[in-house]
């Protein structure tokens, strides 16, 4: 479980963020919306150590992991898969998946099984290099890495930043499949129409504040969502 509480983070001495509350459940995939220029990355980088937070606190699994370095986050079970597909462009497809085993790697063949059923392209192009891949197809590869991993708290940044649109439910999906297996899944994204539909619990951040929180299906209805990023 990924808990924040009363976090406050900017860059230099322009605030971004005030004092933000979420949880985020293992076994659930919570979702962050919001406009442009709400703080949405802002809150994934500071949750991830690469911008230090000014004020409040973060937990994984009950440990205080406030402030620490991103090595250190990710030493406390913490991922994060940065948007613009971000993986190592001159190595192999099969490279940059091993890149992301960390500890115990008893089970990697079961891992590599799981990831190659949901994005068998991957399989099929194991041996050629990274940047031949679509955009899309890098997506993929970037949160494969991030699977074998096998963190407790996965936190990803707007997944279906230009992808094509058919490729985006794929995506979601496999971030669904993947919280159900115990993992805290905190998801940043721009497309409320689809996301919506993969999501448990949802924030949604406006001017680097939480002014809504509550459930999928229940914010779903009635507008409320589209109220705020029409600025009603």
Same mark, same amino acid.
């Given at each position: ?58 937990? &994984?699994?009950?440990?205080?992991? #406030?402030? /620490? =370095?991103?090595?250190?986050?990710? +030493?406390?079970?913490?991922?994060? %898969? !940065? ?80 992808? &094509?649109?058919?490729?985006?439910? #794929?995506? /979601? =999906?496999?971030?669904?499949?993947? +919280?159900?297996?115990?993992?805290? %899944? !905190? ?46």
């Amino acid at each position: 479980m990924l808990e924040v509480q009363g976090l406050e983070a900017g860059y230099g001495r322009v605030p971004i963020l005030r004092n933000i509350n979420l949880v985020a459940p293992a076994g659930q995939l919570t979702l962050v919306l919001g406009p442009n220029g709400a703080g949405k990355s802002t809150l994934l980088r500071t949750l991830a150590g690469l911008n230090r937070p000014t004020a409040g606190s973060v937990k &994984a699994n009950g440990r205080e992991i #406030t402030g /620490l =370095a991103p090595e250190r986050m990710v +030493a406390n079970g913490l991922r994060l %898969v !940065l948007d613009g597909h971000r993986v190592f462009p001159r190595l192999s497809v099969r490279e940059n998946i091993r890149l992301g085993v960390r500890g115990d790697a008893s089970d990697l063949e079961t891992r590599l099984k799981d990831v190659y059923e949901v994005f068998p392209i991957l399989h099929e192009k194991l041996d050629d290099a990274a940047s031949s891949l679509s955009g899309g197809q890098q997506q993929m590869l970037a949160l494969a890495q991030a699977f074998v991993a096998r963190p407790d708290i996965l936190l990803v940044d707007e997944p279906s930043l230009g992808i &094509a649109e058919m490729l985006i439910p #794929t995506i /979601l =999906a496999f971030l669904k499949r993947w +919280a159900s297996l115990g993992t805290a %899944v !905190l998801l940043v994204e721009q497309r409320i129409d689809i996301a919506l539909k993969y999501a448990d619990g949802v924030y949604v951040l406006r001017g680097g504040e939480i002014v809504l929180s509550g459930d999928s299906a229940t914010l779903s209805e009635g507008g409320a969502i589209e109220r705020l990023y029409l600025g009603d």
